[in-house]
């Protein structure tokens, strides 16, 4: 069930200063969305490609470029658009100027390993952290990408931490709710295992496909051939190698759960293939299929 | 490289009636683009199932509902639409009606097996049938899913016999170009083995995924969670049970080997995360991430 929060009703300005750390599509987006609400009317940008920085800049996803430290010192909300395994690397550098006011969200697609970051490099201070999902995205990436629009209708989910102060969880998922995002709450465990299947590993087994193909010898007359099904299937292969490498280990015991799961499946598949088990092949297909036909995704 | 036949120019009636067995989506989307095409004035449908075929005819597809024994006296072209599981059944009762000038295509999304059917059907006869294989379809299945323009711009694969006159295999060619297609010539062999790569293991993954996830426990979340990246790379698992039970037992052995090399992909994915080989991962899900941006699809 998603979260309707009481009295929400537009908060202009409720973040005047925002700091936004890396801004490839997510940061990007919300930096272009922030302003467009109006939520924000200074948003601060730090990331690692002084071009891709340049091209926020252009585009009005950001105001101003600034150091790790300003966003700190300035921000009265820091959002995290990094991949994963960068957590500690920036909360260690934001985190001797935090001041008390500020929050800290993240956009992470796991969040027990961040929690475990950010409550080692963050202390007491941690209250302040809100960890948050928007399941956005694509396979496009880098500032270029940005839309305003990005969390349009999409999905949020918010994994609150017992030290959160029930006010800012609730501004918090009031911003999200501004960008037209729809806001769940559950827990970290339970988002991890859950994405693990419905996210981490599709996208592990998109890979493998364009892998497979990529390297074997006729792979100019496979990819000649290919046809929508295939576009669709690896549409997810093209995403960033770097968030997907991290992912994998950031979120490793599920991912490996879910693997060994598949693995079963398919080598099941290989034995009903193998014995001419076409009546208990095709149940098992249909199952899949009726499941896929009364989804509604 | 597609072929361009030499003289292409519209060919009108050429051929006058058409037999089309099995009038679901390929069928339908057949009838209806051969009458817009004038190829064909006479349409004639057969097919399992009643109220599709009432369909079909409601939709223009096909002029009239016929017996195999009618479409197979009658007509200059038959077109086999159904499950490749199908063939032998439908060749067997055409062949003792079939005149010499008749030539049949099928539809099949395998072609060895297809072609040993129809030498073991037809005979001598056999060099009146020509093996196609239009890159079209979807997810959708059944005559109110047919579309006249399903094959515009899409591949055609055609794996002629060396029984096949040359003009026959030019009619069938420039009959598939008229209704839009590129066309395209390859053996049987090779087609399956490209095929098995890029359309019949995809699908069987795709299942897979949908079947584990509706299997879980917790399938209600994850189904309510899951997003966009889910939503395509399932798409497929959408397509109909039975003709992907036929086509895994058709091309079994190049869908086994594609499967084995596939698991041990995903092998190898587990033993680089469990063994924490952050590079090496991301190098090979960089070689996939490039060759799918790369691919022009």
Redesign the interface.
């Known amino acids: 069930m998603p979260l309707t929060t009481p009295a929400l009703h537009t908060v202009t300005n409720s973040f005047p200063t925002v700091g936004i750390v890396g801004v490839g599509l997510i940061g990007g987006s919300l930096g272009l969305a922030l302003k467009h609400q109006q939520i924000s009317s200074s948003v601060l940008g730090c990331g690692r490609s002084q071009s891709n920085m340049e091209e926020a800049m252009k585009l009005g996803a950001i105001s101003q470029i600034s150091t790790l430290k300003e966003i700190s010192e300035q921000a009265d909300l820091i959002i995290l658009c990094v991949p994963v395994a960068q957590t500690k690397l920036v909360l260690t550098q934001i985190q001797p100027y935090l001041r008390k006011e500020t929050i800290i969200i993240d956009v992470g697609s796991t969040k027990s390993d961040v929690i475990a970051i950010a409550k080692e490099v963050l202390g007491e201070q941690v209250a302040q952290f809100i960890p948050c999902h928007p ?2 995205g ?2 496009q990436h880098g500032a270029s990408a940005a839309k305003f629009d990005l969390f349009e209708q ?2 949020l ?1 918010i994994c609150p931490l017992l030290e959160n102060p029930p006010q800012a969880i609730l501004m918090i998922e009031q911003m999200w709710q501004q960008l037209g995002a729809i806001v ?1 709450q559950m827990s970290a465990l ?1 988002h991890d ?3 693990a ?3 981490h ?16 010898e ?2 100019q ?3 000649a ?18 968030m ?2 991290d992912i ?2 950031a979120n ?1 015991d599920a ?2 759960t ?6 079963n ?3 099941h ?2 034995k009903l ?2 014995d ?1 088990n ?1 009546e208990q ?2 149940k ?6 009726q ?3 009364n ?1 509604k ?1």
Chains 1, 2 share one sequence.
């Open positions: 399941i956005a694509g396979a999409r999905q989910i769940f339970m295992h859950i994405f299947a419905v996210s590993l599709p996208h592990l087994l998109s890979y493998a496909l364009m892998l497979q193909v990529a390297n074997s006729d792979a007359s496979k990819f051939h290919a046809g929508a099904g295939f576009r669709d299937f690896t549409r997810i292969a093209g995403s960033s190698p770097e997907w490498r994998s280990f490793s991912i490996l879910q693997l060994d799961e598949y693995i499946i398919l080598q598949f290989k293939i193998q001419g076409s092949l095709e098992l297909l249909m199952i899949a299929s499941s896929r036909n989804w995704g």
